[in-house]
DNA sequence: CATTGGTAAGTGATTAATTACTCATTATAA
DNA sequence: TTATAATGAGTAATTAATCACTTACCAATG
């Protein structure tokens, strides 16, 4: 991976994250990438290859950093590793859940292929393990719960970084008994 | 307002929820609306002009639907009928949900304007009054949670409609005995 | 040590298509 | 008659993508 290629890579994902990627146009990214416009192609194929090689690229950090966390076997502890890693996932990768979410509107055809939702289904296993261990009387409901509320932390937590998300992961914690 | 003019903020609405915003082009309305290009700017002066119409249109709907519950002054009854205004106004006003969540990430300027999130802001004060009644001990944060829960409840529906919906918001009931 | 040949990285001018938008003109209805 | 509704050809700008070309690097050969 060249230097050039990187910094492709890298200011793609912030436009597309801010802007969207239907208006960010390839001009813009070679002008603020320092680069030619040809080499995009050259690298890439087309647009459409260059939000690929994003995606792949965010997606493979995420699963390592997923993978973990599900080998907890405690049940409250991989409760609250769960919710610990949504939080440390989505400051460190911040831009890149923006950009994945909001392809779900833009662009369905790689929205299919790879999306958060994906992410969540691998944790739902898991989630399911805990409330079972747990003898929660809805096991799959209370996961399916526990889940939507993980999910729901990433999107406003994307739209509006207050600093409230730290205390409602926390009221979660509390409600679980965590 | 003519015949033609309520056509192109049909299918505006309906293709800009679809494609989203940025990838839909006047051209296209126009074809699909069987109406001329230049019409659309006679009656809205430019795109933007035609989605700020179309957001005012749906926002005035909605406004009216939620006024109506904010009225209820009995906790439960008042929680209970918050999930199922979001169910309704849900399944009626799909494209319009689905457009205003895009815009999010794909128009920013109007997004901070007219957002889904404002109409969820109006719900919060009655929901706060209701966990306060209900003499929970956090009534604040459970206010704030449980705004989350209706807010998640409409982001999963707009992706994925599986028919869980509902079952998912009999279990919330149940969970807040309601 | 040169010199050659091959390959990938990188450029920038150019292209065809599409875009939002304009405007002169025509139809319609009160 | 007069204002409004509606048309559709036209425009300048932008777009993704291509193309012929240059440069940098490196291994093999004589």
Redesign the interface.
């Known amino acids: 991976m060249t230097e050039k290629k990187e910094k492709i890579l890298e200011v793609a994902l912030e436009l597309f994250a801010r802007?969207?990627y239907?208006?960010t146009s390839t001009s813009r990214i070679a002008k603020e990438a320092g680069v030619s416009e040809g080499l995009i192609f050259k690298h890439f194929v087309n647009k459409q290859g260059l939000l690929d090689a994003i995606v792949q690229n965010g997606m493979g950090d995420i699963e390592r950093a997923i993978n973990v966390c599900l080998r907890e076997t405690n049940p409250k502890k991989s409760l609250a590793m769960s919710l610990d890693l949504a939080l440390s996932l989505m400051r460190e990768k911040k831009e890149f859940w923006?950009l994945t979410?909001?392809l779900?509107?833009?662009n369905p055809e790689i929205a299919n292929k790879y999306h958060h939702?994906d992410i969540m289904k691998m944790l739902q296993t898991s989630l399911e393990d805990a409330f079972v261990k747990l003898d929660y009387q809805?096991p799959l409901?209370e996961a399916?719960?526990f889940g939507?509320?993980i999910?729901?932390?990433f999107?406003?937590f994307i739209?509006e970084d207050n600093g409230?998300q730290e205390?409602?992961l926390n009221?979660?914690k509390e409600?679980y008994k965590l």
Chains 1, 2 share one sequence.
Do not use: D, P
């Open positions: 802007q969207g239907a208006v923006q979410l909001s779900k509107y833009q939702n809805n409901a399916q719960l939507v509320l999910n729901s932390f999107i406003q739209h409230q205390s409602f009221f979660i409600k």
